[in-house]
């Protein structure tokens, strides 16, 4: 199996394209059609390694499961109290957001289970869900703090009025769902904006949400009604052909039905602070969820100070915000991104190492980055870059090909299919110069 991308220098990026489904959606449009009573179809899943992973869990959990097939699947809900008890450890692959996500819907159930992934998952966090998780009356065992997560039936989950100490989509969504299952209410407030699909999808299954400003509320005990998703192409994925595009020469690119939820549009406000020209093109909403076609010519860009508001808003999409950073004329600053360290990989670390060893100047920081951007002409030297497993990482450098002096070999890449499957074929229609290869 390749597991290496080796990337010519240089073209430029024009078309129309679709990148994949929202993973961050088409996680929970399996997970929410599990608990609904009735049949729940979806269109536009992504049918990368992370929602396949989420789709088996809840297959071992007595969920039938149509699909997926060109996009399509069908979950035959059980409603909230129909899951079954597995019969071997749950594995959630490479997918945090499906540990994370589960443990709260887990933590309710009247049998026990155990969440288990990949070498990558096994290092990363899980306190952070359980505290809260544990505060609501969950029993919850960790390694250290960290996978294999044991998940034991509690005698009774009960509301709490959670002040998250740091904003995390994926903390809040743990309690929200251990919230169905609580007395009372739950009340969560976050310190700061972050992606709200969980709560437009409950709304979506008929679950009654207070929501003002900051703060979300449950009422434990409400049962979800089957519906139809269809799932947006994520902006995560579509901000690798944002980036390229801007900073490649002559491009001229056109992104469809892109998810442009505000909680997760950080990555466009960013660019355009640098001075990108980005249009978003029939913008409508569809399932709840607001599209757009993004239309992107390639500018000159400049360094800025990113401002911290937009960071959790774009928290995923930093390691292509770096490659756009170092193409800008002058200095990029980002701060208050320390949740980069808990990803996939630490990748503040990461895209340092990457950055510096291709010829950029490039300081980390305990939270975030300073980048001296080399503004116009070939900006990465060639060479070669590991991704350390990480998707992201991965595809960030593979845009980075763009603006090189020679060819970038980038190792480690089997990932990339977590996330964004078909990635090198698409990247090479839009105008990029890439082959698999083992290396």
Not at 27 to 35: Q, T, W
Not at 230 to 244: N, R, T
Not at 261 to 283: Q, W
Request: aromatic letters at 4%; one cysteine or more; charged letters at 25%.
């Amino acid at each position: 199996m390749p597991n290496a991308f080796r990337v010519l220098p240089g073209g430029r990026l024009t078309g129309r394209i679709r990148v994949p489904g929202d993973k961050s959606i088409s996680h929970r449009s399996i997970m929410l059609g599990a608990l609904a009573d009735g049949k729940t179809r979806v269109t536009g899943f992504l049918e990368g390694a992370d929602a396949i992973s989420t789709m088996n869990v809840f297959r071992a959990l007595g969920v039938r499961i149509d699909g997926p097939q060109d996009g399509c699947v069908t979950v035959h809900g059980v409603g909230v109290d129909g899951l079954r008890g597995p019969d071997r450890p749950l594995d959630c692959g490479n997918a945090g957001t499906a540990m994370r996500l589960l443990m709260g819907l887990l933590a309710g159930q009247r049998f026990a289970s155990t969440l288990v992934g990949d070498e990558s998952l096994t290092r990363r966090p899980m306190r952070r869900v359980a505290e809260p998780l544990e505060r609501m009356g969950a029993r919850i065992e960790t390694a250290d703090g960290r996978p294999p997560v044991r998940i034991l039936p509690a005698e009774r989950l009960t509301g709490i009025d959670y002040q998250m100490p740091m904003a995390s989509a994926q903390v809040k969504s743990a309690v929200l769902l251990a919230g169905l299952y609580a007395e009372g209410e739950t009340v969560i407030t976050e310190p700061a904006p972050t992606r709200d699909h969980t709560e437009r999808m409950l709304e979506g299954f008929g679950v009654k949400l207070g929501r003002e400003g900051a703060r979300v509320r449950l009422v434990g005990g409400q049962r979800l009604t089957a519906t139809s998703i269809d799932v947006p192409a994520d902006i995560s994925s579509a901000a690798f052909f944002l980036v390229g595009a801007s900073i490649a020469e002559g491009s001229d690119l056109v992104l469809e039905h892109v998810g442009m939820n505000p909680t997760r549009t950080g990555i466009v406000d960013i660019l355009r602070l640098m001075g990108a020209d980005i249009e978003a093109l029939n913008p409508r909403e569809v399932g709840g969820e607001p599209v757009a076609d993004l239309r992107v010519r390639s500018a000159r860009l400049r360094g800025i100070e990113v401002p911290e508001r937009l960071v959790p808003l774009a928290i995923d999409e930093f390691p292509a915000v770096f490659v756009a950073a170092a193409c800008a004329e002058g200095r990029t600053v980002v701060t208050g991104a320390e949740e980069l360290r808990v990803k996939e990989s630490d990748r503040i670390a990461v895209m340092a190492d990457g950055l510096r060893a291709l010829g950029v100047d490039a300081t980390p920081t305990p939270d975030g980055m300073v980048i001296e951007g080399r503004g116009a002409g070939p900006v990465f030297a060639a060479g070669e870059v590991t991704s350390h497993a990480d998707h992201r990482i991965a595809m960030s450098f593979t845009i980075a090909a763009l603006r090189a002096g020679g060819p970038l070999l980038i190792r480690d890449t089997a990932n990339v299919g977590t996330s964004f499957p078909g990635f090198p074929a698409l990247a090479a229609r839009a105008g990029i110069s890439i082959a698999e290869i083992d290396a």
